[in-house]
């Protein structure tokens, strides 16, 4: 009896040690604070032009001329520097001659290029 008692003390001690670990290691998936970058000058890497393929739809749902800002309610994006779902978003826009005959409740074809750290159109055409 007291051989099996210490056997599964054994076992539930392994058990959640195992567990801790695991949610240790979790936690450290993205980290990559301590990565060498040495040889990797992503700024200067070449981006990749604008083409049918990348250009996603959505529809205008606020235009702020004066912050260059336009709100999307968009579908997939997926361009050489951003990757999004679809969702209702505001972005910078590249220009502001993009946002001279955009108005509310246009539906739009457009490409978003992360610039500086900001997702920002940077091709805006509306669509009959």
Known sequence: MKKSFLNLVAVCGLSILAVNVYAEQGSKGMDM??????GMEMD?????PANATSL???????VNKENKSIT????RIKSSTVEMGPMTM????KDKALL????????????????????TVTVLS???
């Open 33 to 38: 604070a301590g990565m060498k970058m040495e």
């Open 90 to 93: 505001q972005f910078a826009a």
């Open 44 to 48: 200067k890497m070449p981006a990749k």
């Open 56 to 62: 996603s739809d959505g529809e205008v749902r606020a």
């Open 100 to 119: 001279s005959n955009v108005k509310v409740g246009d539906k739009v074809k457009f490409t978003v290029e992360n610039i500086d750290g900001t997702a």
């Open 72 to 75: 999307l309610k968009h579908g």
């Open 126 to 128: 509306i669509q009959k």
